[in-house]
Nanobody, 115 residues
Framework: VPLQASGGGLVQAGGSLRLSCAASGQTFSTYNIGWFRQAPGKERLFVASILSSTYYIDSVKGRFTISRDNAKNTAYLQMNNLKPEDTAVYYC????????????WGQGTLITVSS
């Protein structure tokens, strides 16, 4: 399922951004959508995911909210109280509900949080 991520940019610490992940296809609701991020010089890491439940890494709990609108084939990552350590390229990814691996990836979108 092709994915298109958008919404990155430059924001000051404490600010907010919302990322969008638009998918094509008619079975979007059956896909687990994940957000990952890769900071400069570091490996890509899981941030959050959603199917019927949501999961977050500890460092973003209470600040980030993942959601989806299946009618629009779009998932979102609302990011509040951003910190400089959130600076990274963010990727959305999809895996079928019964797959263990994220097989479909969107292009990254850069978020830079200035202090």
């Amino acid at each position: 399922v092709p994915l298109q991520a958008s919404g990155g940019g430059l924001v000051q610490a404490g600010g907010s951004l919302r990322l969008s992940c638009a998918a094509s296809g008619q079975t979007f609701s059956t896909y687990n959508i994940g957000w990952f991020r890769q900071a400069p010089g570091k490996e890509r890491l899981f941030v959050a995911s959603i199917l019927s439940s949501t999961y977050y890494i500890d460092s973003v709990k209470g600040r980030f909210t993942i959601s989806r609108d299946n009618a629009k084939n779009t998932a979102y990552l609302q990011m509040n109280n951003l910190k400089p350590e959130d600076t990274a390229v963010y990727y959305c990814a999809a895996r079928k509900y019964n797959d263990n691996e994220y097989k479909y990836w969107g292009q990254g979108t850069l978020i830079t949080v200035s202090s």
